[in-house]
């Protein structure tokens, strides 16, 4: 792998905009920023291929006009035309040589310059799996922010710059994309989109045959029989013939026939159990749902009584004498959990240094997998990073300086610093920063014992979603460009505190940087010193 990006940085780096090729575009933004100049790169190549096919047609067209007045004139009086000697030559050098040019001129491929340009940046194209990332993306931010499928496909979301719609092409590929995962959810929203954007008289190649084909079967495999049928009608009608079509309503007539067969004899107490366990299951709200609640806002679980005693203050970092002149502004986000915000502490010069350093190195977001203790990618994690070092920037150093001033622990056995970008629906779903119990391997190799604490640096606004959430605890952070959060996964008793779980919310418009330091438990013996228990 790291092979691979050295030969293509070294072989086509001079090429193109970005150093290499990699899949998984559609998890930051970062990357796709370049295809959007390679594309307009296209565009101008194309544009030349126009203008250089144009100025060949027009110059075939000044030798058909001339020749056609000519031979007009010849073939009236072929005789007395060819009495002029100079008629005579011409005829002879017009034949033998200039009609051959033209033939040459007629043949000649103007395409050259767009072909190979396209030939050498299709190599570093998305592929099928980032236009299949980019389509769960979007079927995942409707999930989490209760998007009506109408409202998406129209484009009207919340703070976007420039508006966009879905075509019902469109939307059949979205449906199509959801019904390969078996989701037949979203093709039953996706597919129905599409049938509507025709049916309200959008021109388009999308074929309702296909749709209403995908749609029937979604609406089955959800348990409609009686909608599949409708739309399995509406198929027929529209190709009596449609095999499987056919086939599917005999299919749903028969059992359709035997659901009836089986209602008559079925009694009111299995009706009765079933609508019981419907009720426990609306009672108890799995994690996926209090996650999505706090990313749109809503189930926040903080009292007033607990509200007036969060504060804000000036912070001096405990008498630290770089702070003591100019405190830092502190604010309490919430209780418990302690988490504290620190707001103006980071600037815009060193937000720019600190993204520019990420960006040739920013690669799929991996995770600890807890059977192998090894890195992986996962659907769960959205977004791409990559490391800084201290040693590489005064930057980077005089950041690390600020956290351990500012948290009052050792910087120097925590992990380098990560920088994260997330795209449109990047995210990472909820997870503790810290090692469990079961997985006491989790932070082996560094030697510094487990994460005692988080340092989150929002190094951007984000137009709508992308929260930090604490799902156990109902607690929402919204990014604010140039604020830090900070607070302590371990007891200090080095308990992990299970209340910390968190998530970062799918981004729904806009682009999120976060920069964070997990510090560890090393170095910190006299800076936060142990407890027996976790209440200490
Ligand atoms: C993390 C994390 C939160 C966020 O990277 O571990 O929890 O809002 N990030 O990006
Ligand atoms: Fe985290």
């Not at 469109?170 to 049916?199: N, P, R, S, V």
């Not at 019981?276 to 709200?285: H, N």
């Not at 604010?331 to 959990?337: L, N, Q, R, V």
């Not at 989150?456 to 959060?485: C, H, I, N, Q």
Request: glycine fraction near 6%; hydrophobic fraction near 35%; aromatic fraction near 10%.
């Amino acid at each position: 792998m790291a092979f691979n990006k050295i030969w293509c940085t070294v072989a086509l780096g001079l090429l193109l905009p970005f150093s290499c090729a990699h899949t998984d575009f559609f998890t930051s933004i970062g990357h796709m920023t370049d295809l959007i100049h390679t594309e307009k790169d296209l565009v101008v190549s194309l544009k030349d291929y126009i203008k250089a096919e144009e100025s060949k047609l027009e110059q075939i067209k000044k030798w058909a006009e001339k020749l056609d007045q000519l031979t007009d004139t010849a073939t009236k009086d072929p005789e007395g035309f060819l009495g002029h000697p100079v008629n005579a030559f011409k005829l002879m050098k017009r034949l033998n040589t200039e009609w051959g040019e033209l033939e040459n001129l007629v043949l000649k491929d103007m395409s050259d310059g767009f072909i190979s340009n396209m030939t050498i940046q299709r190599q570093f194209f998305p592929n099928d799996e980032d236009q299949t990332g980019a389509a769960k993306a979007l079927l995942r931010l409707q999930d989490t922010y209760n998007l009506d499928t109408d409202t998406l496909s129209r484009g009207n979301l919340p703070g976007v710059k420039h508006k966009s719609f879905l075509t019902a092409e469109d939307c059949f590929e979205l449906g199509k994309i959801a019904y390969t995962e078996a989701d037949y959810y979203h093709t039953e929203l996706w597919m129905e989109q599409a049938l509507k954007q025709l049916d309200e008289g959008e021109v388009s190649s999308a074929d309702k045959v296909y749709i209403l084909d995908y749609l029937s079967y979604a609406v089955y495999q959800q348990g409609d029989l009686a909608k599949a049928m409708a739309l399995t009608r509406r198929l027929l009608e529209l190709d009596p013939e449609h095999q499987r079509a056919n086939g599917n309503m005999k299919y749903f007539e028969y059992i359709m026939a035997k659901e009836k067969e089986a209602n008559k004899s079925s009694t009111d107490s299995e009706d009765q159990a079933e609508k019981e366990t419907e009720v426990k299951k609306k009672d108890y709200l799995p994690e996926r749902r209090k996650y999505e609640m706090l990313c749109r806002g809503e189930g926040l679980k903080m009292t007033p009584r607990r509200q007036k005693r969060l504060f804000c203050r000036y912070y001096d970092g405990n008498r630290n004498p770089r702070y003591i002149l100019g405190p830092v502004k502190q604010e309490d986000e919430w209780d418990k959990p302690r988490i504290v915000r620190f707001l103006d502490i980071i600037s815009d010069e060193e937000i720019e240094t600190v993204k520019e350093l990420a960006k040739p190195r920013l690669s799929r977001a991996t995770v600890h997998d807890p059977e192998t203790g090894k890195l992986t990618t996962a659907h769960y994690r959205v977004s791409k990073s990559a490391w800084l070092s201290g040693y590489e920037s005064p930057v980077v150093s005089r950041i690390n300086t600020r956290i351990q001033d500012l948290t009052g622990l050792d910087v120097s056995t925590a992990e380098e610093l990560q920088v994260a970008n997330y795209g449109v629906g990047g995210q990472y779903e909820p997870h503790f920063d810290f090692g469990r119990k079961d997985e006491p391997d989790a932070f082996k190799e560094l030697g510094t014992g487990n994460r005692i604490a988080t340092w989150l640096f929002y190094m951007s606004d984000v137009s709508a979603g992308g929260a930090t959430v604490f799902p156990e605890v109902g607690a929402s952070v919204w990014p604010r460009k140039g604020t830090a959060v900070f607070w302590y996964n371990l007891f200090p008793s080095g308990e992990g505190d299970y209340s910390t779980r968190h998530a970062a919310c799918p981004v729904l418009v806009g682009n999120k940087w976060v920069s964070n330091k997990w510090l560890h438990e090393r170095g910190q013996e006299f800076r936060r010193p142990c407890t027996l228990s976790e209440l200490e």
